[in-house]
């Protein structure tokens, strides 16, 4: 059973900086796509990252230049680095690997 576990949320005040975990469980990460998504309230889950196995990247433009996705094979966990943070940026981040599993989220809130 596949199992993913996020961390590294909390707050952060605008400009700062923030680095997401999603550790794995029952799958290797390094076989697979992964994606982070966040969810604000009142709107929809929009994806923020994605790398896939060959270590190739995207970002959707809202987040370009300022977050990062990462991948540690010897620790099967991915990673979300997240700077000059915006309250715009004030959501929960979800770990995803695609049409397998969701990890549980973690709460990311940027404000002064």
């Known amino acids: 059973q596949v199992h993913l576990v996020e961390s590294g949320g909390g707050l952060v005040q605008p400009g700062g900086s923030l680095r997401l975990s999603c550790a794995a469980s029952g799958i290797l990460f390094s076989d697979n796509a992964v994606a982070w998504f966040r969810q604000a309230p009142g709107k929809q889950r929009e994806l923020v990252a994605y790398?896939?196995?060959?270590?190739?990247?995207h970002y959707p433009d809202s987040v370009k230049g300022r977050f990062t996705i990462s991948r540690d094979n010897a620790k099967n966990t991915v990673y979300l680095q997240m700077n000059s943070l915006k309250p715009e940026d004030t959501a929960v981040y979800y770990c995803?690997?695609?049409?397998?599993?969701w990890g549980q989220g973690t709460q990311v809130t940027v404000s002064t």
């Open positions: 790398i896939n196995s060959g270590g190739v990247t």
């Open positions: 995803n690997l695609p049409s397998r599993a």
